[in-house]
């Protein structure tokens, strides 16, 4: 078995997480309530200067790299190579990493649900447009 990673594939897939994390959290989807709920305001995020981003980027890229991987093996497991495959592979990481993770952190930390909704229907988004992107490079 060879698993291959398409490392453009991988770049593509991190500047959509970039700009699904760009969207999902501006002033017209839900960064407003985002805010609200988390009680971090644009002066607070300010003086955190790029530090925030920087993180995002390089989690972007790990977790690009990893799917494009796991979409890789799975393709060779199940000598399937489409795109819709591919969604489902990201659905499947997502659901049985990032959901389940950020439910289980949330609940302990008391933090309210709808914070909880946000945060995992970004990564939702996240997942599958790098699934997405992954998928379209086989």
Not at 49 to 76: D, E, H, K, Q
Not at 94 to 110: G, K, M, Y
């Amino acid at each position: 078995m060879e698993i291959e990673i398409n490392w453009l594939a991988v770049l593509s897939a991190t500047v959509a997480g970039m700009i699904c994390a760009g969207l999902w959290y501006t002033k017209s989807l839900f960064g407003p309530t985002w805010r609200q709920l988390t009680g971090i305001s644009e002066t607070d995020s300010q003086k955190s200067g790029n530090t925030p981003m920087i993180i995002v980027l390089f989690a972007n890229i790990i977790t690009a790299i990893v799917l494009a991987g796991v979409i890789s093996i799975s393709r060779i497991a199940f000598d399937n190579t489409s795109i819709l495959f591919s969604l489902f592979v990201g659905f499947l990481v997502w659901l049985a990493f990032s959901a389940t993770t950020l439910i289980t952190h949330n609940a302990f930390e008391q933090k309210p649900s709808k914070l909880t909704w946000i945060n995992i229907g970004y990564q939702l988004v996240l997942f599958l447009s790098m699934a997405l992107v992954i998928g379209l490079f086989r």
